[in-house]
């Protein structure tokens, strides 16, 4: 494979006849060529590669919910407390590599103590399974390679005779901090397993994770709707057991052509309730714009449930009635699986003295934000109205004073005497997003028919241009 760097055509990649030929990643096209004439060269895509790789990290996903991407080319799986699903992790490596092969690529994989000495165990050694205590052997027996540094401080260890990781190991850690910087030793530590450094997977892990591997694929409806059944009850269970109930509940199907769906449903309140859990990916998958295909059928299921919140025991009735509260927040959730969480909004508080901004609409079943209501008394009479306009219409008025409130303003084409008024209530515009702000004055107006109104003046007299008047809302 050929890429162009600084104007030159270099090699990227080698097949197994051209490393034995000779050719190595970086030499110039022209080189290699002089050296191998029937050499065949492709184009490098690196954007290819990257989408295959993300391809292979969504299907991998299948072995453990914690996987990273181990860059170049490569994958990290902590599958600690996963193996077993799989028969063990000599079985687990093996349907790695056989997954691998069926997707046509060439892996070589180390399972040890920890990721650093996996990893170079895989890209500069022989691969395999270690058990502990074995990997730090085989990682001493590595070249000074698998540190991965510069060419020139690679080629210093050698010329000290320094060649593999065993002769770095047996010597004083300060003399070589002081040769090749600060961070030397934590990298041969992190490398021999002396220090582990976990990794970050792609997805952050769910509190509660149920997998579901079968032998034999599985693709009929109802077969799917028993095993999401049996893994809610069991995510519930765990749920249970922790104190918790679940906001958010996600479904994986792995297909065995390699293909990933998930699916999500939200809750509006935190929930144990199986049934009810399993009726909302009834709504959400019947509402699918594109259904769910299971091909040649999943091999594996999974269930997760990534947002959790403390649900303390509540004594139900004798009669088992839903008080309306809960009845509401059901229903929510089912208008929310049946036509996504961009259709069902609520309002929640802004951080703004602008009107229009200080609340904002956000998916009913969101995470709530750090913002509270302000509270009010009841006996006081409202300063906001219910309803508002966005943007405010403009109204002609008629006022004593100029900096008064108005005797009389038409408003889409209906003339209304005030009656009542208070204000003004300054508000001043927000300055660091939009220097140009005016001034409001906001006045709350009754008419003689009792019509309540939210006016404003925009702008101050003496200012150009001339002060506006506008109504942002009604008052019920």
């Known amino acids: 494979m050929v890429e162009k760097i600084k104007g030159a055509l270099r090699l990227a990649a080698v097949d197994p006849a051209a490393a034995q030929a000779g050719l190595t990643p970086g030499l110039a096209l022209a080189d290699a060529q002089a050296r191998t004439p029937s050499l065949r060269t492709v184009a490098h895509r690196p954007d290819a590669d990257a989408a295959l790789l993300a391809r292979v990290l969504e299907d991998f996903g299948r072995f453990t919910p914690m996987i990273a991407l181990d860059p170049p080319h490569g994958l990290m799986l902590d599958v600690t407390g996963c193996a077993h699903l799989f028969g063990g992790e000599v079985e687990l490596l093996q349907r790695v590599h056989t997954r691998a092969g069926r997707a046509k690529l060439q892996t070589r994989c180390a399972l040890a103590g920890t990721p650093q000495v996996a990893r170079a165990l895989a890209r500069f050694g022989p691969g395999g399974r270690f058990d502990p205590g074995r990997d730090r052997d085989a990682a001493r027996r590595l070249t000074v390679a698998a540190l991965e540094l510069s060419d020139k401080e690679e080629q210093a260890l050698r010329r000290a005779g320094l060649k593999r990781l065993a002769d770095l190991d047996d010597r004083p850690r300060a003399p070589l901090a002081a040769r090749f910087g600060a961070d030397f030793p934590a990298r041969l530590a992190r490398i021999l397993g002396d220090e582990d450094v976990r990794i970050t997977p792609h997805r952050p892990p769910a509190p509660v994770v149920v997998d579901r591997v079968f032998f034999e694929p599985v693709s009929a409806p ?84 990534p947002w959790t919140q403390t649900l303390t025991p509540t004594q139900p009735g004798l009669e088992r009635e839903t008080p309306g509260e809960e009845a509401f927040s059901r229903l929510i959730d089912r208008l929310t699986a049946r036509l996504g969480p961009g259709a069902v909004l609520r309002f929640e508080p802004f951080a703004s003295h602008i009107p229009e901004r200080a609340a904002r609409l956000i998916p009913a079943s969101a995470r709530p934000g750090d913002g509270a209501w302000p509270e009010l008394d009841p006996d006081d009479p409202p300063l906001r109205p219910l309803q508002m306009f966005d943007p405010p219409q403009p109204v002609e008025t008629l006022a004593e004073v100029p900096d008064g409130y108005p005797l009389k303003f038409r408003w889409r084409r209906v003339l209304h005497e005030v009656a009542h008024a208070e204000g003004p209530e300054r508000i001043s515009g927000e300055w660091w997003r939009a220097p140009d702000q005016r001034t409001r004055d906001y006045y709350r107006i009754e008419d003689q028919d009792g019509r309540r109104f939210w006016l404003f003046r925009q702008g101050l007299y003496g200012e150009t241009p001339e002060p506006r008047w506008f109504i942002h809302g009604l008052f019920a």
Do not use: K, W
């Not at 269970?237 to 996600?250: H, N, Y």
């Not at 998958?285 to 295909?293: E, I, K, V």
């Open 222 to 305: 109802e077969d799917i709707e028993r095993v999401l059944s049996d893994m809610l009850v069991e995510t519930m269970d765990q749920l249970d057991l922790a104190g918790q109930g679940g906001r958010a509940f996600e479904a994986g199907f792995y297909r065995v052509d390699g293909e990933v769906r998930r699916i999500v449903v939200r809750t509006g309140r935190p929930t144990r309730d199986a049934p009810a859990t399993l009726r909302l990916f009834r709504e959400r998958m019947a509402a699918l714009s594109n259904p769910l295909d299971p091909g040649f059928g999943f091999d594996q299921m999974r269930m997760s449930a």
